[in-house]
T-cell receptor, first 113, second 110 residues
Framework: GAGVSQSPSNKVTEKGKDVELRCDPISGHTALYWYRQSLGQGLEFLIYFQGNSAPDKSGLPSDRFSAERTGGSVSTLTIQRTQQEDSAVYLC???????????FGPGTRLTVT | DAKTTQPNSMESNEEEPVHLPCNHSTISGTDYIHWYRQLPSQGPEYVIHGLTSNVNNRMASLAIAEDRKSSTLILHRATLRDAAVYYCILRAAPGGKLIFGQGTELSVKP
């Protein structure tokens, strides 16, 4: 079946611009996660959604970062006023429920110039 | 979150078994031990997880020490495709986010 998909695969933006990254989870998965991977920081958790519960935003690095999940399916990660340190690969994952294994998408490579 | 310690890198020969160690001396009773791996230019993929007993699946085996302070991921016959970064992660019982460490970079020689 279809796995987790993310778009765009690559995004180049100028410092100060806003960007939106999209994640389509596996159908039927109630939990959705965002992570990012940069050379200096490794893989770090950003935010996760579980069903209708309030999202766990504990990993968001600043208030420039936000995410929403509409209709319990597609999620959008928004970064406002991008900075060069936001350059990273942004990974989305989903799982059947929060206790189950996570399936990762291919990621969106964000470059802020 | 309890931390794990893994060697930065390991080497293996193709078709030989590989034992990837992980130390987690501060593990709590409700922490599950998860292993994920990340192949080059891909997102991580789930390998295996366990709580107390040894576990086997089609990809690997997980051997957990009796005191649960360490575990070992066993690849029974390494292939070139198994070259990846392997992450040992402790996740509390309610589930949710994964906290990744630096992992072990496994290289496989033909």
């Amino acid at each position: 079946g279809a796995g987790v998909s993310q778009s765009p695969s690559n995004k180049v933006t100028e410092k100060g611009k806003d960007v939106e990254l999209r994640c389509d989870p596996i159908s039927g998965h109630t939990a959705l996660y965002w992570y990012r991977q940069s050379l200096g920081q490794g893989l770090e958790f950003l935010i996760y959604f579980q069903g209708n519960s309030a999202p766990d935003k504990s990993g968001l690095p600043s208030d420039r970062f936000s995410a929403e999940r509409t209709g319990g399916s597609v999620s959008t990660l928004t970064i406002q006023r991008t900075q060069q340190e936001d350059s990273a690969v942004y990974l989305c994952a989903s799982s059947f429920d929060k206790v189950y294994e996570q399936y990762f998408g291919p990621g969106t490579r964000l470059t802020v110039t | 979150d309890a931390k794990t310690t893994q060697p930065n890198s390991m080497e293996s020969n193709e078709e030989e078994p590989v034992h990837l160690p992980c130390n987690h001396s501060t593990i709590s009773g409700t922490d599950y031990i998860h292993w994920y791996r990340q192949l080059p230019s891909q997102g991580p993929e789930y390998v295996i997880h366990g709580l107390t007993s040894n576990v086997n699946n089609r990809m690997a085996s997980l051997a957990i020490a009796e005191d649960r302070k360490s575990s070992t991921l066993i690849l029974h016959r390494a292939t070139l495709r198994d070259a990846a970064v392997y992450y040992c992660i402790l996740r509390a019982a309610p589930g949710g986010k994964l906290i990744f460490g630096q992992g072990t970079e496994l290289s496989v020689k033909p």
